[in-house]
């Protein structure tokens, strides 16, 4: 699970390859503004994702606790910006609704649903539609 401004997600964790503090990122000319650029990852070439920019999105939080997550889909990976990663939680088909009933700022079509753990709310993301991949 992860912050991005006000709000918690999650995503399927077998496509998480590593999470790492923010590194240099090298901006890439002529790409979309919600890409922030590309990280060289242990001689990786990765191109990294702000959905902040891109779903317009408040950032908040400390620099200090801003994380890369980094995704491995097939022979891609892609990272992307998070204000804090908190932690890795096992859920159950049962706790996840539908995403018709999400009151989020990402669009309906980019989240799979949401998970209710405890008193918290967890927006479960789609990142193959986010990434468009």
Known sequence: ????GKEEYAVDVLNVQEIERLL?????????????????LRG????????????SLESIGVE???RII???FEELQVGIIVDEVS??????VNDIEETAKVYSSISAEHIKGIAKIN?????????LRILEI
């Open 44 to 55: 990786n070439i990765v191109p990294v994702v702000n959905l902040h920019k891109k779903f």
């Open 1 to 4: 699970a992860f912050n991005l």
């Open 24 to 40: 240099n990122i090298t901006r890439v000319p002529r790409t979309q503004d919600y890409i922030e650029g590309v990280i060289n």
């Open 64 to 66: 200090d606790d801003k």
């Open 70 to 72: 980094v995704f491995q």
């Open 119 to 127: 008193d918290r709310l967890l927006i479960l993301l789609d990142l």
């Open 87 to 92: 932690e890795v939680l096992r859920l159950n």
